[in-house]
């Protein structure tokens, strides 16, 4: 039996439910007899370099337990792309905590570090287990069905739409539009969630763009001027990183982060929402609205999901099930059963396979106008958003 202390970290965006892998992964961790001790590091792997270690057997076990309903990341994120003269500083830290068992919660870029740090200590003769947990907004970390996260998030935007475009269609006398921006560099989940929130056919969303397809802007601007025509006003979603034929993002953004990844509205360009607002202003002349959100989809406690409290925690669980069984160099995943009743299960993934690789939405879950989604998208996201709220409307008989 391999003993040591385990280490853990997150990295990247949190989640309304990454706290909850944490608590999994804490929880699971202190029963294990071959788990000495189980510390955190702070501001991921950037600040186990710098020392910045914590003992979190010493924390209340009431803290622990309450981390499951805490959004964000309690232990500190960071966005750090390792470079290669960082690994003998990240082993002389492992050696000196003596740790066996390293858990990082994240994304592809996580995944990748732990794939890299497990290999380097391979090498160098260390005998270390690594085990991802994963979580990411997006929805786009490969081999999983979804991540924990994402529905919490799903829910964020599909409510806001739809409480958005009940207020837009109510005011469509003053502004007759309105534009609703997600995160998603890549892949379209969180702007196709919105469709959750359609329960007639004039409720927002009218138009999803994604990233999967290009932007066409005059197919955009006459689906909008359709749309109009017929409810006097229009909802549109977009994802941030909705990009046209050539590649080029239509937020025109010229600014990347440590990992080459494009940071869409930050300085250099405008975002997406922001663009698509000027071009319905400009040729249409219509007074509207953008609504950007940024992370705040990545936090919003109120509307977090059980079901995804519940699989983030039991994904944390399983991490240091599987490493002091011996497995290392894996990513835990979910494994959908069914859509109605809706089962799921766990199962595991290569660390080098989901480091390199990305889930876009499969091109049965887009229409054939690539302006929304489709029947079958919708049964993927509702057993993981759940029920949206009924609200009444006046028939408006006049006199």
Not at 177 to 201: D, I, M, Y
Not at 370 to 391: A, D, H, Q, S
Request: proline share 5%; charged share 25%; hydrophobic share 40%.
């Amino acid at each position: 039996m391999l003993t040591g202390n385990a280490i853990l970290g997150q990295s990247g965006g949190p989640t309304s439910v990454i706290n909850s892998s944490l608590c999994g992964i804490i929880q699971e961790a202190l029963k294990q007899p071959a788990i000495e001790k189980v510390l955190g590091m702070q501001f991921g792997i950037e600040g186990f370099m710098k020392d910045e270690v914590i003992d979190l057997g010493k924390e209340k076990p009431e803290t622990i337990e309450g981390l499951k309903t805490t959004p964000s990341s309690a232990l500190g994120s960071c966005r750090y792309k390792l470079k290669d003269e960082d690994f003998p500083k990240v082993l002389e830290q492992l050696k000196k905590y003596n740790v066996r068992y390293y858990f990082l919660i994240g994304g592809n870029d996580t995944m990748d570090t732990i794939h890299r740090v497990e290999k380097y200590c391979g090498e160098k003769g260390y005998e270390l287990r690594g085990v991802g947990v994963p979580k990411t907004v997006d929805n786009d970390l490969f081999a999983t069905d979804h991540t924990p996260g994402f529905p919490s998030a799903a829910r964020f935007v599909a409510l806001s739409v739809k409480q958005a475009g009940m207020l837009a269609r109510d005011m469509k006398r003053v502004d007759q539009f309105v534009v609703f921006q997600t995160v998603g560099r890549s892949a379209g989940w969180l702007p196709a969630a919105a469709a959750v929130a359609k329960q007639n056919e004039d409720d927002a969303p009218h138009i999803i763009l994604l990233p999967e397809r290009p932007f066409i802007k005059e197919k955009f601007l006459a689906k909008a001027e359709e749309t109009f025509n017929k409810f006097g006003w229009v909802s549109v979603v977009c994802g941030e990183g909705v990009c046209y034929e050539n590649g080029k993002p239509i937020s025109a953004s010229a600014t990347s982060d440590k990992f080459s990844n494009v940071e869409f509205g930050a300085m250099g360009g405008a975002s997406a929402a922001v663009v698509l607002h000027a071009f319905l202003s400009q040729k249409f002349g219509w007074r509207g609205e953008f609504q950007i959100c940024e992370s705040l989809q990545m936090c919003a406690a109120d509307r977090t999901v059980a079901l995804d409290i519940e699989e983030g925690y039991a994904c944390g669980q399983q991490a240091v099930k599987l490493a002091v069984e011996g497995n290392s160099g894996v990513m835990v995943t979910l494994l959908r059963k069914s859509n109605a009743p809706y089962s799921c299960e766990l199962g595991t993934a290569p660390l080098s396979e989901v480091a390199l690789g990305e889930k876009p939405m499969p091109d049965e879950f887009i229409d054939d106008e690539n302006l929304f989604v489709t029947e079958k998208c919708l049964e993927y996201l509702r057993p993981l958003i759940g029920g949206m709220p009924e609200y009444v409307r006046l028939f408006n008989r006049r006199l």
